[in-house]
């Protein structure tokens, strides 16, 4: 049998003494390391997000806790290799090396996928084979919040992939990352190089319908959705919805009826609301399809 690689069993803590240790630089003002994006880097925060990360233990570069998080966390740590260190420091130093507090004693670093990952056949070409997927795309979604959103909605519903076009905001940004709950790390996602010519292989190649999500006229409503195997939902900024172009590939556009004084959501709670309804839709024909007698 050969010989396990990596940690054996018990993570063993590096004491962190001065803030000026060169091991925490990863971790140094994490306010700006969203915009520079160091070192191909990617930073988490809090136990329940750095939890979910562990569980793609090839993703870690490195973790930083207080000495109480140590402790919390520690069943969850014995699966890193031992390439991976655990830098354990004051919570006050962690506060002064990191340049926020909000971290609550756990910050983890991450490998950012490699050029070429995120590409469209590689990071979600299996699902082509599949009877059946759910796709959630968006296009020209820049707010972290509501990429956090989408991602966490689209574990919520059992989503398969998201697919971004390549205007919209990282996923991996921090506060993204954050709101996801994790989810940044368990849903998979693709970055659209061509995105009009994406949608039209989607439609053509992959046999999905395609269905945008927009108040416009001729929009139907949310409930008149008709649901198939392969369903690609497809949601743009609040401000300026879809495109033109976009919206020309759909086969069919659906809208949230609502008061004319709130005439639109912000596109994480629109989604939450469509994939609701698809996953109540799906039910409703399946529960059908079992009480049918046969013939």
Same mark, same amino acid.
């Given at each position: ?69 140590? *402790?919390?966390?520690?069943? /969850?740590?014995?699966?890193?290799? +031992? $390439?991976? =260190?655990?830098?354990? #420091? ?112 989607? *439609?053509?190649?992959?046999? /999905?319908?395609?269905?945008?999500? +927009? $108040?416009? =006229?001729?929009?139907? #409503? ?74």
């Amino acid at each position: 049998m050969a010989a396990k690689i990596g940690r054996v069993s018990e993570p063993r803590p590096i004491p962190i003494e001065s803030i000026d240790d060169p091991r925490v630089d990863p971790f140094r003002n994490v306010r700006d390391a969203d915009l520079r994006g160091r070192d191909h880097l990617f930073l988490a925060e809090s136990e329940l997000v750095i939890r979910r990360l562990l569980r793609t233990p090839q993703r870690v570069h490195s973790i930083l806790l207080s000495p109480n998080k140590f *402790k919390r966390m520690r069943d /969850a740590l014995g699966d890193l290799p +031992e $390439s991976v =260190p655990i830098l354990v #420091a004051p919570l006050g130093m962690m506060t002064e090396i990191a340049g926020f507090r909000i971290h609550r004693g756990a910050l983890a670093a991450g490998l950012r996928p490699a050029p070429g990952e995120l590409s469209f056949d590689r990071a979600i070409g299996y699902l082509r084979q599949r009877e059946s997927f759910t796709l959630l795309l968006a296009e020209n979604v820049t707010n972290v919040d509501n990429m956090g959103g989408l991602f966490r909605n689209a574990a919520a519903f059992g989503v398969d992939a998201i697919v971004l076009d390549p205007t919209c905001c990282d996923p991996l940004y921090r506060k993204a990352i954050r709101v996801s709950m994790g989810h940044a790390f368990s849903v998979p996602y693709a970055i659209s190089d061509d995105w009009h010519a994406d949608l039209r292989r989607l *439609k053509s190649e992959w046999r /999905a319908t395609l269905i945008g999500a +927009e $108040s416009a =006229p001729g929009s139907r #409503a949310l409930w008149e959705l008709t649901c198939s195997p392969r369903m690609a939902l497809l949601f743009g900024s609040e401000g300026a919805g879809l495109s033109r172009n976009s919206l020309e590939r759909c086969d069919a556009v659906h809208e949230i009826p609502m008061t004319q004084a709130v005439p639109s959501l912000n596109v994480a709670v629109a989604s939450a609301v469509f994939l609701y309804e698809l996953s109540r839709a799906r039910r409703t024909r399946a529960s059908g399809a079992r009480g049918k007698p046969r013939r």
